[in-house]
């Protein structure tokens, strides 16, 4: 029960460390044209991404395709898993299968503010923390991969929709 | 089948993360919440 609650502890602190780093990144990159354009921007990189993530489309997506490596459990059973939810939930050290992380990255370098930019890194960190949490809770076998993959076109839909809608709201007001 | 193999099924989990995306005036959270999801799955 530690390991698992150390772990989506560290994959919130992960989601809203790179949520800020992109926050700060994005504000220095938003002065180089007025929102009106960067609306443009992201309402095209938005469509661009949705696309991709139904194969209609097809074009690489920077990532780095490495795991966490296993010698983080040395650092025992609340640090080790912490470091490892760390290292994933920044994103900078995992596969990313869809393009949805892509485009809230996009969304909160250019577009977010403070308050907007923890809330989607808080909502990320406990986004992943639901595969977590819902692949322990659901067997003991490991049978929520076999689930996710059996339904992977209708829970991609199911997500772009959910995404497509927070984004428009995002970008209207 | 189980309630908890119900509660906990990928789909489930998205289905909820969509309707509350239309239901609860929190477009930030949210737009992270399925981007976080989505990257469970096959690479």
């Known amino acids: ?33 007025p929102p009106a354009v960067w609306r443009w921007v992201l309402v095209g990189a938005m469509v661009l991404l949705v696309l991709r993530e139904f194969g209609v489309l097809r074009f690489w997506l920077p990532q780095n395709k490495r795991l966490v490596p296993e010698h983080v459990h040395r650092h025992g059973r609340v640090f080790g898993p912490l470091q490892f939810g760390f290292e994933m939930g920044t994103s900078l050290r995992t596969y990313t299968p869809s393009a949805l992380p892509h485009a809230a990255a996009l969304m909160i370098a250019l577009w977010a503010g403070p308050l907007a930019a923890v809330l989607a890194g808080v909502g990320f960190g406990l986004g992943r923390s639901a595969m977590t949490t819902g692949n322990l809770l ?23 929709a959910g995404f497509a809608v927070s984004t428009a709201v995002a970008l209207v007001f | 089948m189980r309630l908890a193999t119900r509660v906990w099924h990928p789909v489930t989990i998205a289905g909820c993360l969509a309707a509350l995306s239309l239901l609860v005036p929190l477009p930030w959270f949210f737009l992270g919440a399925t981007a976080g999801f989505a990257t469970s799955g096959s690479v």
Do not use: P, Q
Not at chain 1, 141 to 158: G, S
């Open chain 1, 1 to 33: 029960m530690g390991a698992r609650w150390s772990f989506c502890g560290g994959l919130l602190l992960g989601a809203l460390t790179t949520a800020m780093g992109l926050l700060l990144a994005g504000s220095l990159i938003r002065l180089a044209a």
């Open chain 1, 138 to 160: 659901y067997s003991d076998d490991n049978t929520w991969d076999l689930a996710f993959i059996e339904h992977e076109r209708l829970i991609r839909a199911l997500l772009v």
